[in-house]
């Protein structure tokens, strides 16, 4: 049975996107960049709502080869294309770079791809999570905290029907005051 992760930057005030869809406020250090990265190496099969596929299906296919890519931004977008990834949209045509489309319930195949053999699946995008948080899908949140107050936008959690009770399995600090929380569900 596979693990299903739930990790994204989120403000000190949990949001994970400022009003607008800004994101300007989350640039990671260099140190935090190498920690996603190698996130993205160990990533089994990744899940994507359709609007952080766009944002990152509109960078990194070919982010290594713009003038003065760093040789972490090489070896992120190399390890971004090369994961298996599932975007759930219900608007979108079409997909690439080892990506499969899934338009039908998503709650029901991530279901189905939990219980598969396989690496850890990590989730992304607000609405998708949220519906997998719902569900009582998810195994692991972890949560990079910014020192920074946005005062609005796109919540990190959803409301919930019922409590969902973690253990706290890690705590670390990056550069800039930036602070990792990564905890289990208690089952």
Avoid: C
Wanted: glycine letters at 10%.
């Amino acid at each position: 049975m596979r693990k299903l992760i739930f990790g994204m930057n989120l403000s000190l005030d949990g949001y994970i996107a400022a009003p607008g869809d800004d994101l300007g406020w989350s640039v990671p250090s260099d140190e935090l960049f190498r920690w996603w990265s190698d996130r993205v190496g160990a990533t089994g099969l990744a899940l994507y709502g359709r609007k952080l596929w766009e944002t990152m299906s509109s960078h990194w296919p070919t982010a290594d080869q713009q003038p003065g890519a760093t040789p972490a931004e090489i070896e992120y977008a190399r390890r971004w294309r090369d994961m298996p990834k599932v975007v759930f949209s219900s608007t979108t045509s079409t997909v690439d770079w080892n990506t499969r489309l899934v338009t039908g319930d998503a709650v029901a195949e991530i279901t189905r791809l939990k219980a598969e053999d396989g690496g850890p699946m990590d989730i992304g995008g607000a609405t998708l999570a949220a519906a997998a948080m719902r569900a009582g899908l998810i195994d692991e949140y972890v949560l990079v905290t910014h020192p920074v107050l946005v005062g609005g936008g796109t919540p990190f959690f959803t409301a919930l029907d019922s409590w969902v009770n973690l253990n706290l399995v890690e705590t670390r600090t990056f550069p800039g005051g930036v602070v990792l929380t990564r905890y289990e569900t208690r089952r």
